[in-house]
């Protein structure tokens, strides 16, 4: 689709895409006659937008990644309309919707479970440089200057993601040359890549995320900046990071993104630590098995928790904070407790991990420690908890990675579908199905022989 187009649209005369994005000429109005993208590719939610917002006298169109994957012969992960409407306007012509947002005011409008998201047409740089708000590295506060289409599309991050379609018309409005680009397969920055990387840093990790997901080259003017500024991403917001982050590795390409992140060393700034894990062989081999998992899982469309990727991301971390603690003499459950406190406070003050993963992580990681206890009632009293499936698999990677026997993960696979004669006689010897019960000193509760730890360690709180 993505040539046909092209040779029709571009062919006479054009050479290859130049390097630099040129200045703006002035939208290209492609037909459906050229593109083939015809409204019934659209979602009837974005549409039906579209079409109210168009009876109301507004323009609207669907913008960003839908028109950018559909042109790609993918199916869009989520729909963004574009519109001339102010978000009060939308907010008065939807029924189901509200306003969200401080730095980026936009609107969502729901459909049961469905969100269609409705942002107002941004200002240009040169326009809004008097109102927009900005720190001392240049980035931008607030962006809720509004304006017209064209100045729209040149405050969008890359020309492939500057591409409007109006399916009332089945026209794509091109401003940026995202469609040559789209075709030459190449991610580019709309203007000056550095001012734009200064102005939000996160357009660094959505230039890899993006090239990752969907095998574009990033353009060389585009690329060049990003090692060098990397470190402009501690001044992003946890909260933001943390979602950007969660967008990367559930992208069903996380293996690429992080192999792409380390080569532009942007991993340093992400997630704290992580870099640290990635230099140790065991680390890494475990950290990779997780995302390649996490990857087949998103291309099966079968679900993903959070909870177990981030627990996988921290665990060698994790591990060495257990054995110091251990070293020192602190008994292995608070010393788990401690060791998982400490991680998660560091990760909290970069990347906000939400409690309820923080809560998930926990479960996981303490079933670790539980998963060594094999005598007794206590491997009965594992299988009964809730999070024994994720932290099953979670030991499974962790003896794929060569870090605990293989043994152990075959003895739980066998354990779990046994009988109970059976179960009776896989049962470790007590001195060897857990370690020695240590005499119990100031925290009885949290002392070694605890059989099912819980999850208020002595430190308390998570993320
Ligand atoms: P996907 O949804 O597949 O992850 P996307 O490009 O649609 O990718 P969204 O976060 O949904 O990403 O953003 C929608 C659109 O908003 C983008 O296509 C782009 O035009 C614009 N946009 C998003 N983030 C930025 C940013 N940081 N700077 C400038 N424009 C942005
Ligand atoms: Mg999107």
């Given at each position: 689709m993505i040539r046909k187009l092209f040779d029709k649209v571009f062919s006479r005369g054009r050479k290859a895409a130049p390097d630099r994005h040129p200045v703006v000429p002035g939208p290209s109005t492609i037909p459906v006659g050229q593109h083939g993208v015809t409204r019934d590719r659209i979602s009837n939610n974005a549409r039906r937008v579209t079409d109210t917002l168009q009876s109301h006298g507004y323009k609207a169109y669907?913008?960003?990644g839908a028109v950018r994957d559909i042109m790609l012969d993918r199916t869009p992960k989520d729909y963004d309309v574009a519109t001339d409407a102010t978000p009060e306007q939308v907010n008065a012509v939807f029924r189901r919707s509200r306003?969200?947002?401080r730095r980026f005011r936009l609107v969502h409008v729901m459909f049961g479970m469905d969100t269609i998201e409705v942002s107002t047409f941004r200002a240009s740089q040169v326009s809004a440089d008097h109102h927009q708000h900005k720190d001392e590295h240049g980035r931008l506060l607030r962006d809720n200057v509004f304006g017209d289409q064209a100045e729209d599309a040149v405050r969008r991050d890359f020309t492939v993601n500057a591409l409007y379609y109006d399916p009332s018309t089945e026209e794509v409005i091109d401003y940026c040359g995202g469609v040559r680009d789209l075709e030459h397969r190449t991610?580019?920055?709309?203007?000056?890549?550095?001012e734009r990387y200064r102005e939000d840093p996160v357009r660094m990790l959505r230039?890899?995320?993006?090239?990752?997901?969907?095998g574009l080259n990033i353009e060389r003017h585009t690329e060049a900046p990003i090692r060098e500024l990397a470190p402009l991403m501690q001044n992003v917001p946890a909260s933001r990071l943390f979602e950007e982050m969660l967008k990367l590795l559930l992208s069903g390409h996380a293996v690429a993104c992080v192999e792409r992140l380390r080569s532009q060393g942007l991993h340093h700034g992400l997630l704290p630590m992580l870099d640290v894990i990635l230099e140790q062989p065991l680390g890494e081999r475990f950290v990779m098995l997780?995302?390649?998992r996490t990857d087949e899982r998103i291309l099966e469309d079968k679900g993903v928790s959070p909870g177990f990727l981030f627990a996988a991301l921290l665990w060698h971390e994790v591990l060495a904070a257990w054995n110091a603690a251990k070293d020192r003499g602190v008994p292995p459950v608070p010393a788990m407790h401690e060791a998982m406190d400490q991680v998660l406070s560091v990760q909290a003050e970069k990347i906000s991990i939400p409690r309820?993963?923080?809560?998930?992580?926990?479960e996981i990681w303490l079933l670790q420690w539980r998963f060594e206890q094999r005598s007794g009632k206590r491997p009965y009293r594992v299988l009964e908890s809730p999070k024994f499936r994720a932290g099953y698999d979670f030991l499974l990677l962790?003896?794929?990675s060569g870090e605990v026997d293989a043994e152990v993960g075959d003895w739980w696979t066998r354990f779990q579908d046994a009988s109970d004669g059976d179960r009776e006689t896989m049962l470790l010897p007590p001195d060897k199905g857990a370690p020695k019960k240590r005499r119990r000193r100031r925290r009885p509760a949290d002392a070694a022989g605890g059989d099912a730890p819980s999850l208020n360690g002595p430190e308390g709180g998570d993320a």
């Open positions: 669907v913008v960003g306003i969200i947002g991610l580019r920055m709309i203007g000056d890549p550095v230039a890899v995320r993006l090239a990752a997901k969907l997780a995302l390649a309820r993963f923080g809560v998930d992580m926990k962790r003896c794929e």
